[in-house]
């Protein structure tokens, strides 16, 4: 029974580090940004101070956040007492009695084979895991599960990078229902908003250093510089808008 728990636990402690990781991307991380920290918090392993001002600066993570430290915390007391006991000779090999058993296998190195039954279990769990479509479809799963459940609501932005001092580099997606179809730079005041376009990704092309006459279509994406807290009440505030 404690082997199977131990089994049970590191599967269900994998799709909840990957449910965490969906989540922080639907807020807007970037994919592997998402899943480092969905990992950390879980572990309570790797997290720095730098990437720290992306969880801490956002509520809807912070509450990601903390649900992963609380889960993260109890999966490690149930592995660790869990693994402990498989140990025990009678957990994979029970004792039964029939003659000359321990001539076969002696009960004196049954922990060693116990402790080889773990590691190729554990094995077979990481091929699974890590096999590329597998890991597609159970991302698509529970990013779809998410979404429709309505657990977390993805945004139309992704911060890339983030400075000391709450700046970073964003890239916002222009919506079919945004506000900013149709205006120039200069009309939409994104710089009044202390928010910088350097870039405007449009139909595979790039128009770095826009000038402030260059209009915003449907379906371009603003890579922007400024005050993330600036640009998430922005996209929020057009999201608000769309219901």
Not at 124 to 148: D, E
Not at 171 to 185: A, E, F, Q
Not at 210 to 220: A, E, F, L, N, Y
């Amino acid at each position: 029974m404690n082997l199977i728990i131990f089994i049970l636990t590191i599967i269900v402690s994998f799709i909840v580090v990957r449910i965490g990781a969906i989540a922080f991307e639907l807020t807007g991380l970037e994919w592997s940004l998402a899943k480092f920290q969905a990992l950390s918090c879980f572990s309570g392993t790797g997290f720095t101070t730098r990437e720290s001002e992306l969880i801490t600066g956002h509520p809807k993570r912070r509450q990601i956040a903390t649900i992963l430290i609380i889960l993260g915390n109890a999966g490690i007391v149930t592995l660790i007492a869990t693994f402990a006991n498989s140990l025990n000779p009678n957990t994979i090999f029970p004792e039964i009695k029939i003659p000359y058993l321990d001539l076969v296998v002696p009960v004196r190195i049954l922990p060693a084979v116990n402790f080889i039954v773990i590691l190729f279990l554990l094995f077979l769990i990481y091929k699974f895991f890590s096999n590329v479509k597998v890991l597609k479809i159970i991302t698509n799963f529970l990013r779809t599960s998410l979404i429709k459940n309505t657990a977390v609501k993805p945004v139309s932005f992704a911060e890339l990078v983030s400075t000391t001092g709450g700046y970073g580099v964003s890239s916002v997606y222009v919506s079919d229902n945004s506000d900013l179809i149709g205006k120039t730079l200069i009309q939409a005041e994104l710089r009044k908003k202390d928010i910088n376009v350097l870039v405007i990704e449009r139909d595979g092309e790039s128009l770095p250093n826009p000038s402030p006459g260059t209009k915003i279509k449907k379906g371009d994406s603003l890579i922007c510089f400024g005050k993330l807290g600036s640009i998430r009440k922005v996209i929020h505030s057009l999201d608000n808008e769309e219901v």
